[in-house]
């Protein structure tokens, strides 16, 4: 009698755990993605382009639904989180709870919901920076196509899209659901979020609207973001003439993220190149400590400073301060080459916030150990860690962990039979 | 199987509404004599698919065609299992959402997209996969250093049986000479034993590794599933049967007797990272002019890297041992004076933690440029401008200095090996413009039996790196992984995780092979391509062009197709000028009869036609974001998708132009050195075969604009109408093809 389970439950469906359950199933692995947003794909669908390719990820994203929607191996589930794990390797039991999305499977996409709908609600997948309705797809390229409806954000009493529907889609009453899967082994890739830069307090993130994050930025940059990719100040709206990028905002800091996140220097680089491809003229500086541009990546630093005429000046930015009257930026930081306190004036700043693993807040329900900054130091026989829950990563190399991570997944279930 | 074809149009989602629905199933059931043809407002519900399904079931309805919406939604509703074969015509995305509702027009464009389809069935069967009798479950690593070694336990520990090839007499690669590696765990604070005992032990267990210690790979023949590999022990050979390769030799410091700017060579007491490593091996460091004890020591970052005269890139894992180094010298005596001359200090991630403890230390890191080293009779002297002081600096009275020389690919030796003969052969296939391989380098690794070079190609800088960031194992050579330091510049930390990502590629491949099914990019196809080799030319270009030197040749110049080194683009058959290559379901003759099938009024109804070939993995998927955003274009384009545009046959603009489509538009992925193509050279390769058509249009009194390449991604979706515009604008301009009608 065998009671070992074959199935791979896969926590987190951004890039990492895409990749781990795609790479698991395609050699012939029965898997669930457990993934909390409405869609796959995670912070990568966020970004405007990838370093150093300029490449768009939506690009990989499509290859990676495709592969999905060629094998029924691979199952997903949206809107779910993992409450609790028991058992052990070879047979875990797992309880998922499935959030209500109020449209079920009937959904074709066809967006007459969203058309009637009277109410909004701040769009998250652009960090709030603009609206949709409270019945929306959650963006472009969702996968999967499917409206969600936002319960928080109806108006009282208002059932417009049930009425529009015509494929009856829509379930006001639809309640949270719990699932139990049988699974023989788990790779947790739940990610990253950037570090709350409201912590930062003097660089006034949060109090002056011309301090943005490098999330902010992808967004500002997207074509799909709130601006139609123009970067523009969120104060009023206009066009900019200076720039500047704080790198190290909360990494490398014994009283923030004690690690580096390794992907901002490159990230800031990368969103120099949308900045002068926009405005030819515009003042680009980066404030740093190190640039980090290791391996073959010297290639973009060096292109970069090339192409773009940027100006670095190698110094953590002190502090920050705004002109009320005009949104105006100041920086004022020690040139450690010139040796000098330097003021500088910017239209706009761009803070390059940190990773910080999703497992800093919210843990493996298991016996996982973490390091300083919360990421998984080490699993246990069954359950391992990929991507930024691991480490702090760029795509490339989350990917490739999460292909060894999926190797991983497969040994524990075949090493039980 | 017989070919009964089903019919499913959809009104939902207003396409009903748009179109005259009843008009659109006499396409099928008059012109095409469809057999079964129902329609319904919503077929993607519960009723819907049951009416299908139903139809399969009790109807034998084998060929399925659903008329609704885009093939990316619903794809899981309208799965009817792998024996029956489903098409569907994309009429919400593509037609209704970016064209004006109930119009001729658009109706007409809605009965074409039908017509295409069932054409298209008509030379369209089920793929038979290609199974081989005895597919070689086996992986072979080549390289038995810390990537080669972690490489086959993990492959072992899949269960896999692995053969483990190292050219030493023993395994560890640089491991043998390390005293201890930067840490792996937390809190990544120490450098830790290097495990090498153990993982040797480990393997020595393992009943399903073979190991061979010194011995070479002679060649390399064969294909996934079926690689037979001759490797060579002394003087003697042994043959070996296995599926996947991984190549894991790793990379090599950089030769520091160029490094003579930085005093290497003027001075014993001027080592490399590597001779320093061996020092601290043997027990206490002592510097090798007079075994003096060390007191004071400096090491130089980036010798040789971020170089423009020696390595242009990072060797990413020099700073990190550079720091580890500098606690060697701190532990053995914490008074110790120790210095890092630096440009940036890349101690990525969580290494921060490790950089840290050596300023806790008391390691002194140095922000400057080196001028000069000189030995200044038994010490050493550093000169450098201090960046940060900005002043020149000195460190003298050195016992020793440490140059960090950074690494080179194995890969990246002798010399590039393509176009040696099959430069004047090409001659007949293409005697002009040819796009440039990539470079292989005759490295004497694996010595590959292929017809386009011995050894992977190589990205940049001689590392055989993949080019997409999504998909760093993306291989030019099927069934080939590279892992670890020979794919990219690496540290160890890095190194174990790619060999198990690399060993995760290898038994996939394996897998795959076994059902007859491709790897990635188009996971899971089971077609492959047929060549009709009574009709061969021997011109070559098949087995030139194909971005993954599946094909060999024998030595009349015939093809050999390798069906499991394939990867499905169809470049081969996009290439060959007799038409011989076909799949069973991607063919020249039905694309020929897909674009036949449109209708093309006559001249006098004022209505152009224009072909659009687009590729299916950028191109297909931005069209339908723009039909998602109810982008409008031009209702005179008709679609059809490719699987790359290097499948693109030529005489499929011909048949255009002769059916008389007043223009063609190819829309393909991004080439050059950023290219974006998954077949590498795709659109490249349209590229050149479009310039001999030109030739041809202008001899036929044709306008050569009329057919037009250009290159979008899945973003574009907001400029790809406007493309479409300007160029039916063109188009029209020229006034209508005079071969219209004929």
């Not at chain 1, 996968?143 to 009282?156: H, M, N, R, S």
């Not at chain 2, 005259?20 to 099928?28: E, H, I, T």
């Not at chain 2, 070479?216 to 003697?236: C, R």
């Not at chain 2, 604009?705 to 979706?717: A, F, K, Q």
Request: a negative charge.
């Amino acid at each position: 009698m065998n009671m070992v389970n074959k199935s791979i439950l896969v926590v987190g469906g951004g890039i990492s755990g895409l990749t781990a359950a795609i790479e698991a199933a395609e050699v012939g692995f029965e898997v669930f993605i457990v993934e909390k947003n409405p869609y796959l794909g995670g912070k990568v669908t966020q970004i405007n382009q990838y370093f150093p390719k300029l490449c768009p990820p939506n690009c990989g994203l499509e290859i990676n639904f495709r592969r999905i929607r060629s094998n029924p191996a691979v199952k997903f589930f949206t809107m779910a989180e993992v409450e609790s794990v028991s058992g052990q390797e070879g047979n875990f039991d797992v309880t998922v709870k499935i959030n209500p999305r109020y449209v079920n499977e009937n959904c074709t996409a066809c967006g007459k919901c969203a058309e009637v709908c009277p109410a909004q609600r701040a769009n998250d997948f652009n960090y709030g920076l603009d609206k949709t309705k409270a019945a929306y797809l959650p963006h472009q390229f969702a996968f999967p196509v499917k409206y969600v409806i936002d319960a928080g954000a109806c108006q009282e009493g208002c059932s417009k899209c049930v009425e529009a529907c015509q494929y009856n889609a829509i379930e006001p009453d639809m309640q949270p659901k719990t699932m139990r899967l049988n699974v023989g082994s788990i790779v947790w890739a739940t990610g990253w979020k950037p570090y709350d830069a409201e912590k930062l307090s003097y660089y006034g993130f949060g109090r002056y609207p011309n301090v943005i994050t490098n999330v902010i930025m992808e967004r500002l940059a997207a074509k799909n973001g709130p601006t139609g990719g123009k970067i523009l100040r969120p104060s009023d709206g206009k066009e900019i003439k200076s720039i500047a990028f704080v790198q190290c905002a909360g990494s490398r800091d014994e009283n923030h993220l004690h690690a580096c996140s390794s992907v901002c220097c490159m990230a800031s680089l990368k969103q120099a190149t949308y900045v002068r491809e926009q405005y030819p003229d515009a003042q680009i500086y980066i404030y740093y400590i190190d640039i980090r541009a290791r391996g073959k990546h010297e290639d973009f630093f060096i292109k970069v400073q090339n192409e773009t005429n940027i100006t670095l000046v190698k110094g953590k930015a002190g502090e920050i301060l705004e002109d009320p009257a005009t949104g105006q930026l100041v920086i004022v930081a020690e040139d450690q080459l010139k040796q000098e306190l330097t003021e500088q004036k910017f239209d706009l700043v761009v803070l390059a916030t940190g990773m910080q693993p999703a497992t800093a807040e919210t843990k493996v329900p298991a016996e996982m150990t973490y390091d300083e900054d919360g990421y998984v130091a080490a699993g246990i026989p069954g359950i391992c860690a990929a991507g930024c829950t691991k480490k702090p990563q760029d795509v490339a190399a989350a990917v490739a962990d999460a292909t060894a991570a999926a190797l991983r997944a497969i040994q524990s279930v075949r090493g039980q039979s | 199987m017989s070919k009964k074809i089903g019919v499913y149009i959809c009104s939902g989602c207003g396409i009903g509404d748009a179109l005259d629905m009843d008009a659109l199933a006499k396409v099928a059931t008059k012109e095409y004599k469809v057999p079964v043809c129902q329609k319904n407002a919503f077929f993607c519900g519960k009723e819907g698919v049951e009416i299908i399904k139903k139809d399969i079931a009790e109807n034998e309805v084998t060929y399925v065609v659903i008329a609704g919406c885009s093939g990316r939604v619903n794809y899981d509703v309208f799965n009817f299992g792998p024996s029956v074969v489903l098409e569907r015509v994309n009429l919400r995305e593509r037609v209704v959402w970016t064209q004006e509702p109930d119009d001729e027009d658009t109706q007409m464009m809605a009965e074409d997209y039908l017509r295409i389809t069932l054409a298209k069935l008509k030379n369209l069967e089920l793929p038979e996969a290609y199974v081989l009798e005895n597919c070689s479950r086996r992986v072979m690593v080549v390289g038995g250093g810390l990537a080669g070694m972690t490489s086959a336990l993990e492959v072992a520990k899949a269960g896999y049986e692995v053969v483990l090839v190292e050219k030493e007499d023993s395994l560890g690669g640089w491991l043998k000479k390390s005293y201890k590696i930067a840490p792996l765990n937390a809190p990544y604070t120490d450098p830790e034993d290097t495990g090498l005992e153990a993982r040797v032990k480990e393997i020595e267990g393992k009943s399903n590794i073979k190991v061979y210690t010194s011995t070479t790979v002679e060649k390399t023949a064969g294909a996934p599933g079926m690689f037979d590999v001759t490797l060579k022990q002394g003087g003697s050979t042994v043959e070996e049967k296995v599926g996947a390769v991984i190549l894991a030799t790793g990379a090599v410091p950089y030769e520091p007797s160029k490094l003579g700017h930085l005093g290497y060579g003027a001075s014993p007491n001027v080592v490399t990272q590597m001779q320093f490593e061996e020092l601290a091996a043997k027990g206490a460091i002592a510097r090798p002019s007079d075994g003096k004890a060390v007191q004071k020591v400096a090491f130089i970052q980036c010798a040789g890297s971020r170089d423009q005269e020696h390595l242009p890139y990072c060797s990413a894992a020099c700073c990190v041992e550079s720091i580890k180094q500098a606690l060697y010298v701190k532990g053995q005596n914490p008074e110790a004076a120790v210095y890092v001359f630096y440009k940036d200090i890349r101690s990525s991630g969580q290494y921060e933690h490790f950089y840290k403890k050596a300023q806790s230390e008391g390691v002194m890191f140095i922000k400057a440029d080196v001028t000069g080293v000189a030995d200044d009779g038994g010490n050493l002297t550093i000169e450098a401008n201090d960046l940060l002081m900005g002043s020149p600096t000195m460190a003298d009275e050195l016992d020793m200095v440490v140059l960090a020389n950074g690494m080179v690919p194995t890969t990246a030796f002798e010399d590039a090996a393509y176009g040696t003969e099959s430069q004047d052969e090409a001659a007949c296939a293409a005697a002009d413009a040819a796009p440039v391989p990539a470079p292989i380098i005759k490295s004497n690794i694996l010595n590959l039996d292929y017809r386009q070079g011995p050894e992977l190609p190589s990205l940049k800088y001689g590392f055989p790196d993949s080019h997409f960031i999504c998909f760093p194992y993306e291989t030019r050579r099927t069934g080939i992984y590279a892992a670890g330091s020979v794919r990219r510049p690496m540290d160890m930390s890095q190194a174990i995780g790619d060999a198990a990502g690399a060993a995760l590629k290898a038994v996939q491949c394996i897998e795959m092979t076994d059902k007859g099914a491709a790897v990635h990019p188009r996971s899971g196809d089971l077609s492959f391509p047929d060549f009709q080799m009574s009709r061969c030319t021997q011109c070559k270009r098949c087995t030139e062009e194909c971005p993954f030197g599946a094909i060999n040749e024998d030595e009349k110049g015939n093809p050999l197709p390798n069906p499991t080194r394939c990867r499905r683009c169809g470049t081969c058959m996009g290439a060959c000028p007799e038409r011989i290559i076909s799949f069973k379901n991607y063919s020249v003759p039905m694309m020929g009869n897909m674009l036949k099938s449109i209708e093309i009024p006559e001249e006098d109804e004022e209505k152009p036609r224009v072909l659009i070939f687009a590729c299916e993995n950028d191109a297909i998927p931005a069209l339908d974001m723009a039909g998602i955003n109810r982008l409008q274009y031009s209702k005179w384009v008709r679609i059809i998708p490719v699987r790359c545009l290097g499948s693109l046959n030529l005489v499929w603009i011909n048949d255009a132009m002769s059916k008389g489509f007043d223009g063609v538009l190819l829309l393909g992925c991004k080439h050059g050195d950023d290219y974006q193509c998954h077949f590498m050279k795709g659109s490249e390769l349209a590229g050149i075969r479009l310039s001999k058509v030109s030739e041809t249009l202008d001899r036929l009194g044709l306008e050569s604009e009329r057919v037009y390449m250009t290159e979008i991604n899945v973003m574009d979706y907001d400029k790809v109408p406007k493309i479409i515009d300007e160029f039916v604008e063109k188009i029209d301009k020229f006034g209508p093809n005079p071969m219209k009608g004929f």
